[in-house]
């Protein structure tokens, strides 16, 4: 593990504990391996000292569980001592496979559910622990992040919340607009772009990829997700192009206005593979329309990447489009819930953020700047570079 003696340099800033609420049960488990492994082939001088009480542990997850009542209500309970403890709650509120009762009914968990979940864990610490770190991969209300009507403001709202209960730091990845942090000035929000791990789960599944700016292209989908796209085309050196959205305003349709055309602006896309890059897949309704806009303009292989994969239509739409020929791959990380028939896609890249998510906790443990990680400029680069080694070989 890189940067180990820069850690050792620094205390823990109190006894790691790791809180995945169900919802993130799985991805809080592979986390919680990565830290176990390194922890116990961390060789230092000061292991037996009080200050690293604890630091070896068979497992660094603290049980917790919310129960409910018949009507529907909760309570969050945690079933061992947290006292002094540096916590780091994992929630996914995008899971809705997740059911409970109602009155006889089952319900499935929405994200206000899980929200409420996330804060009863909160609330049942009671402030006991030294420090409360909440990772939120899919930011809860992220969507729902401005006003211009009189409206709520979602976001917002939940942040100065999480925040007035005792939390210092909210990890949150591709939040949908950052500027929400204004909200919370005066405390710690980050939020994370997986594009390394994009472009590893890309190059180790597809072998025949030319890297350059006369065969590749990285295309936004819309005019809010150009500094993402900017960013992957200034790393991969190659040129970008973008969709803009044109839009009914006179309408509102399943709570958004609906799309009448996508312009596109850029270079000739002809015979080039092409990335298309954003946030989130909601219904996917609009990357199979960029998607098809591209292919009329003579595109190659279009790859669609997105960091939140939530395909609430299911997924027919790509299915058919795989099998017309438009998409040539879908690639998501494991940051939401995925269904069994989403990861039996032969279409589908799963790219995997639990050993990220891992090195983020062991730094901010260590009260270590994790600047380096939010930046993987370099790791991209010799990634890549590997990938045309071993091409040319």
């Known amino acids: 593990m890189p940067n180990d003696e820069m850690k050792l340099e620094t205390l823990p800033d109190g006894v790691l504990g790791l809180i995945p609420l169900k919802s993130c049960q799985e991805l809080g488990q592979k986390v919680d391996r990565y830290l176990v492994g390194w922890r116990e082939k961390r060789q230092h001088q000061h292991a037996d000292d009080f200050a690293f009480k604890d630091y070896r542990r068979d497992s660094y997850i603290i049980e917790t569980s919310v129960p409910r009542f018949g009507t529907g209500e909760a309570k ?5 001592s947290v006292r002094g403890s540096d916590l780091y709650l994992m929630v996914d509120v995008t899971n809705y496979s997740l059911t409970y009762t109602v009155c006889g009914h089952e319900n499935h968990m929405s ?3 899980h929200y409420a979940d996330l804060k009863r864990i909160i609330a049942a610490v009671g402030g006991k622990a030294k420090r409360i770190t909440v990772i939120i991969p899919f930011l ?3 969507r729902q992040h401005k006003r211009s ?3 709520s403001l979602d976001c917002a709202l939940a942040l100065q919340e999480l925040i007035n209960m005792g939390v210092e730091n909210i990890i949150t990845f591709d939040a949908h607009d950052p500027r929400v942090s204004n909200a919370i000035p005066l405390k710690s929000f980050e939020t994370v772009q997986p594009v390394y791990q994009f472009v590893k789960g890309i190059l180790n599944n597809v072998k025949d990829l030319t890297i350059d700016a006369e065969h590749m292209m990285i295309i936004s989908p819309d005019e809010g997700g150009t500094n993402r796209a900017i960013y992957l085309a200034n790393v991969l050196g190659l040129d970008m192009g973008m969709f803009y959205k044109r839009r009914d305003f006179s309408k509102i349709v399943d709570g958004r206005n609906p799309i009448v055309a996508h312009e596109f602006l850029g270079a000739s896309v002809e015979g080039k593979d092409v990335i298309i890059i954003d946030d989130m897949i909601s219904s996917g309704e609009s990357m199979i329309d960029v998607a098809t806009e591209l292919k009329k303009r003579k ?6 990447v997105a960091t939140f994969g939530l395909f609430t239509n299911g997924f027919a739409a790509f299915d058919q489009a795989v099998k017309d020929g438009i998409i040539y791959k879908v690639v998501t990380t494991n940051l939401t819930y995925q269904t069994p028939e989403l ?5 589908y890249i799963s790219c995997d953020m639990s050993k990220y998510i891992a090195y983020i906790i062991d730094t901010l443990n260590h009260d270590t700047s994790i600047s380096n990680l939010l930046d993987p400029y370099d790791r991209i680069q010799r990634f890549v570079t590997r990938y045309k080694a071993e091409q040319q070989s």
């Open 76 to 80: 969050g309970v945690i079933k061992e």
């Open 111 to 113: 994200p206000d559910d």
């Open 140 to 142: 809860y209300e992220s």
């Open 149 to 151: 009507a009189r409206e």
């Open 299 to 304: 595109a190659g292989r279009i790859f669609v």
């Open 343 to 347: 990861l039996s896609k032969p279409y």
